[in-house]
């Protein structure tokens, strides 16, 4: 889970850093949808309470991102 919320993360970074030639918005929207799946997973699995509340920290960020996002076409 976490290589895959990395490789969200990258591609969201390539996309931000497109020549805005193509609208990203939905884009940046499926790719942070993704990474809500991934962080919401991984607290699932731990088994440590440490890994809970970064993964409950993680989740609120990418809620604050994805309403962001949301003004971006």
């Known amino acids: 889970e976490i290589v895959r919320f990395r490789s969200h ?3 969201f970074l390539e996309a931000l850093a497109a ?6 918005g939905k884009r940046l929207g499926f ?5 809500h799946r991934e962080a919401n ?7 440590d ?7 409950v920290a993680l989740k609120e960020e990418v809620e604050r991102i ?4 949301e003004n971006v076409e």
């Open 19 to 24: 020549d805005g030639s193509e609208p990203v």
């Open 49 to 55: 309470l440490t890994i809970s509340h970064v993964s």
């Open 66 to 69: 994805r309403e962001q996002v």
């Open 9 to 11: 993360v990258e591609l």
């Open 31 to 35: 790719l942070v949808q993704e990474m």
């Open 41 to 47: 997973t991984i607290g699932s699995k731990a088994n």
